[in-house]
Nanobody, 122 residues
Framework: QVRLVDTGGGMVQPGGSLKLSCAAS????????MAWFRQAPGQERESVAR????????YYADSVKGRFTLSRDSAKNTVYLQMNSLKPEDTAVYYC???????????????WGQGTQVTVSF
C-alpha cells in the first residue's frame, strides 16, 4: 500500500503561482507513475501531469503545458507541481495519484491523495 498526502493548495489571483506537493509513503519502491489530476465543479476529473518514476519522463495536458512544471525529490518520495501563470479555469480540486502499473488511464491509479483546493480568482 502507498499513502499519498497532497498539500499546497490555496487561493491566488490570476497570473499568480502555487506549488503543490505530494508526499508518498509505504511501498513506494515499485511505483511506475505519479500524477496530478484535477476536478472542477460539475466537471469530470482530468489528467494534468504525470511523471514516470524510473525515467523521470513527463507528460503535461495541453491546457497547462508551459505553465506547470513537475519535479521530484526521490529521497523524500515527493513530487511537486509548480503552477505559474494561473488562470481562473485552473480552479479545481487537485489530486495526487500513484500507480504500480505502466498504464496511464485514470482507472489504473490505485492510490490517491485526499485532494487540495486551488482557487484562482480576483
Amino acid at each position: 500500500q502507498v499513502r499519498l498526502v497532497d498539500t499546497g493548495g490555496g487561493m491566488v489571483q490570476p497570473g499568480g503561482s502555487l506549488k503543490l506537493s505530494c508526499a508518498a509513503s509505504g511501498r513506494t519502491f515499485n511505483l511506475d507513475h505519479m500524477a496530478w489530476f484535477r476536478q472542477a465543479p460539475g466537471q469530470e476529473r482530468e489528467s494534468v501531469a504525470r511523471i514516470k518514476w524510473i525515467t523521470s519522463s513527463q507528460y503535461y495536458a495541453d491546457s497547462v503545458k508551459g505553465r506547470f512544471t513537475l519535479s521530484r525529490d526521490s529521497a523524500k518520495n515527493t513530487v511537486y507541481l509548480q503552477m505559474n501563470s494561473l488562470k481562473p479555469e485552473d480552479t479545481a480540486v487537485y489530486y495526487c495519484a500513484a500507480t504500480y502499473s505502466s498504464k496511464i488511464e485514470e482507472t489504473s491509479y490505485e492510490f490517491w491523495g485526499q485532494g487540495t483546493q486551488v482557487t484562482v480568482s480576483f
